[in-house]
């Protein structure tokens, strides 16, 4: 009877369990790792083409610019993402601003020191059975002449075989600038630039493919419009007459008060870049990584650029990767050297960074990755195990024909939390 | 240098036109190598940052195109 009893009870324990229970969506159980990048760079570079004081003058800066960037899947779909960083510099050309004699022993005034602070969010969903992604930004950034927003949003489909990728990113800038004008132009009566906004909208396209086992290459074509103010208000031009004075009789050699301009530009520029990837899987111990970007823009600028990188793998945990980069381009329409510019020109800029140079960088990083991180350890409630993935070392000096000269250090920490 | 940069870089694309096969997932474990990956890696974000700011031309490199800074 008892063991009639005891059957009866587990067929009834066992029908209940048989019953249709509510199907458990697989996708939203299993929660891959949040990962964390922290980032730390150094920049330093010396020139003597600076714009603020018309193509002359020292362009030596200091940057120091932490950064982190943090991914967060919600589920196996979903994903959340922040990158924020902050650049503090210091700029000998900045400090001119102020500064409207060009004296060598000009004391250093408030705009020698500056920061930079940015966010960007970001947010991603995929489509597993379409092989479709969708994704959005907001970002903003703070600087001391500089404000600015930005949204964005982007498109991804894969080919079934998994070996294409099409994706097409938009976004759009609004930056408003604080019309800081170099000291001797403040005081005038009228107004020397009419807006002091931009915008930029930016259409990105990329195609990207696995051309065969060891090869996989990318095509990346954007479409860039900007419109709005599009000069530095506190640059300065000098005409071929800067060193005469409103008479018209010779000054020292000392830039004029009368004859500085505030750099002038069109309010309209069309970028077209298009940039070429290509990586080959050589050996297990050497990768090939080649890049090549065409630009084109309405200001006549047009450049060319060529990077390799060959990581080289020492043993299971560490790399490094030379690589070479070299640049060339044609310079702005409106371009002309310190006291070149003439006159009756309507727009008219003495920035080097618009000038026609070619530039050569060179560098090494070393990569530490071991397979299962370099140390882990778990929270205080045991319930996750925290893991310091890599740590990517890196250098690059730079060097560019009209003796613009940095340097650039770099190092990054990649950390995994897994769940 | 013009010369010899378009030199190799039409050779390394003759090499890609080779072949373009269809390779299924477990035959992807050098494709997989984190050095293989297309997109930028994150230290190669300020490197285009100030290469964007030091150069007239920038984009078409997963960073700045222009917009959201006092760059060109």
Redesign the interface.
Known sequence: MQLKFSMLIFLAVLSLNLVAQNPVDLNKIHLEDVSIDFLFNYYEQEGIHSPVTGGLGTEKLNNIAPSIIVNIPLDTLRSISYSGGVDYYSSASSDNINNPYLQADHVSSASAVDFRIYSTLGYKQKNKKKKTSYSGTLGMSFEFDVTSVSVGGGYAKTSKDENMEFSVKGSYFYDKWKLIYPVEQRNASFAILDTDGRHSVNLSLVQSWVMNKRMTASVNVDFVLQKGLLSTPFHRVYFSDYNLDQFGNPLDNTASLVNSQVEMLPSTRFKLPIGLRYNYYIADFLRLKAYYRFYYDTWNVMGHTAQIELPVVLTKFLRVYPFYRYHNQSSAKYFAPFAKHQANASFYTSDYDLSGFNSHRIGLGVGIDPLFGIFNFKNKSKTRTNVLKSIDLKYSHYRRSDGLKANLYSVAFSYLIKR | ??RV?SM??FG??C??LS???????Y??M??N??????SA???E???NG??S??????????GK??????C?
């Open positions: 240098m013009k940069i190799v870089l390394i694309f090499m890609g072949s373009c096969t269809s390779v299924k997932a035959q992807k050098y494709l190598d984190p050095d293989m990956q297309l890696s994150p230290l974000g300020f490197e100030f290469q700011y030091r150069e007239g031309v920038s984009g078409a490199n997963g195109t222009g917009g959201g800074c006092g060109n």
